[in-house]
């Protein structure tokens, strides 16, 4: 059965009006906020199942793909050779959203660590900014046009790539997040996954409703 998030962003809300159901109103340092987010994407990827949330309980689009790219990592398995030390950082490369580079900021602010790697941003405007030491590049859909040639560039680099248009999987992307009828949905390229040597988790591809390429049992 196919599985997905019913995270409905807000429409003309104020940002934070989502944590009402909680009780938590986000203060103007937002951390409130980023922690509930972090919560439940982090707890219904960990138990492997999307339960649906209560109406008002509505987190902005910006917010659940933040949260996303922060949870994303602990569901890969990069190669031998990926990171120089063992305290190497796991970076995160945001191109074409400043708004969700901006809760991602706020999300790793007081520090974050997956496996002994903190988890740091790296903010990029341009192409030629994308380097091979970065684990994980977010492409938004500003960056359609160029989608094609980023891919090409970070073709066979171990660089798990996501992406947010209809054709990123088709294009050679690893991780689409697609927003249809109010919900974010998750589709994985697990052809492209094995080109750049990454290995996917099976509790993050339970949880979405595509998966191209999956061998037949």
């Known amino acids: 059965m196919n599985r997905i998030f019913n995270l409905q962003p807000a429409i003309g809300g104020r940002p934070g009006h989502w944590l009402a159901g909680f009780g938590i109103l986000r203060q103007r340092s937002g951390r409130s906020g980023w922690f509930v987010c972090l919560l439940m994407v982090g707890m219904n990827l960990a138990l492997g199942t999307l ?23 602990k569901y890969m398995d990069w190669p031998a050779g990926a990171f120089a030390d063992t305290n190497s950082p796991i970076t995160v490369a945001i191109l074409g959203d400043a708004d969700v580079a901006n809760e991602f900021a706020g999300m790793v602010e007081g520090g974050k660590t997956i496996g002994g790697h903190p988890i740091v941003l790296k903010r990029i405007t341009k192409e030629e900014e994308i380097s091979n030491n970065i684990q994980v590049l977010f492409i938004a859909t500003s960056e359609r046009p160029r989608i094609a040639a980023i891919l090409e560039k970070v073709k066979g680099s171990s660089i798990l790539t996501v992406g947010e248009s209809d054709d990123f999987l088709e294009k050679g992307g690893i991780i689409n997040l697609v927003h249809r009828d109010r919900k974010i949905r998750l589709q994985v390229n697990l052809s492209a996954a094995g080109k750049a040597h990454l290995k996917i988790s099976s509790r993050l591809l339970v949880v979405a409703e595509v998966v191209k390429d999956k061998p037949e049992r």
């Open 51 to 73: 339960a649906a949330m209560a109406e008002d309980v509505v987190p902005l689009d910006y917010q659940v793909k933040a949260a996303y790219l922060v949870n994303f990592p």
